[in-house]
């Protein structure tokens, strides 16, 4: 009997614990997300660049071909379905190969991937799409940036691939959600401190953009450019 009583009081403050230690985290979470760096940048109108969310998960996108680079000497356009050479915009986003792969829809998801995800356990990949078109919108906002930050923007994603020894990025063939994208191997590791959200965020303050001090969610991102 005593042994059940002591069971039970370890089970108590563990739950105990873990809920405090969630609490802080969430807590954290959304204080951090409201605070904006960069906020008193100039506007310069040479490059323009995109956010988007799909409701979870934010993209950079950002110009397919331009005088600072051309996306697609890496990023083929024969290396998705569609290899629409048309497109004008490539979006980039980071994540944990779990949550990419093998979690198209939040109803696939297991209890084992979001555990590897969230205790840095995993590996990650970087997920692009080509556009043609895309329009402002809540979801979807647009932003001018000079040339010199958007080298930086670019410094920022390209570290961001993993590079066989020969110094190329290295596509996963097979792996698609649609016609227009691709997936390829990425540096890093996917955590409750550094998300896909996180990553995005990162991007922006890499070239000097508005953004919050930390997030981990797209609304953490999105709430500076209302």
């Not at 807590?27 to 979870?56: H, M, P, Q, W």
């Not at 070239?207 to 953490?220: E, S, Y």
Request: some cysteine; glycine content about 6%.
């Amino acid at each position: 009997m005593r042994f059940f009583k002591k069971l039970l009081k370890i089970i108590g403050r563990t739950a105990l614990v873990l809920t405090g230690i969630i609490l802080i985290y969430l807590l954290s979470a959304y204080t951090l997300s409201r605070i904006t760096v960069n906020s008193d940048i100039k506007a310069v109108d040479e490059i323009a660049i995109f956010i988007k969310t799909n409701g979870v998960h934010t993209d950079i996108i950002v110009p397919a071909k331009g005088e600072i680079i051309d996306w697609t000497k890496e990023i083929k356009f024969d290396q998705t379905i569609a290899k629409d050479a048309t497109a004008q915009y490539l979006a980039f986003g980071w994540g944990d190969r779990g949550f990419y792969l093998n979690t198209p829809q939040w109803s696939d998801l297991k209890a084992s991937t979001a555990f590897t995800a969230a205790f840095y356990l995993g590996t990650s990949v970087m997920h692009t799409q080509f556009y043609n078109n895309l329009s402002e919108s809540e979801s979807c906002k647009k932003i001018m940036i000079s040339r010199a930050d958007y080298q930086k923007l670019v410094d920022y994603i390209s570290q961001s691939f993993y590079r066989d020894p020969s110094g190329n990025i290295v596509w996963i063939q097979g792996s698609s959600y649609g016609n227009h994208d691709a997936f390829y191997e990425a540096n890093g590791k996917y955590s409750l401190f550094k998300t896909c959200n996180s990553w995005a965020n990162a991007a922006l303050k890499s070239a000097n953009q508005k953004a919050a001090l930390w997030t981990a969610t797209d609304t953490g991102i999105f709430c500076h450019y209302n």
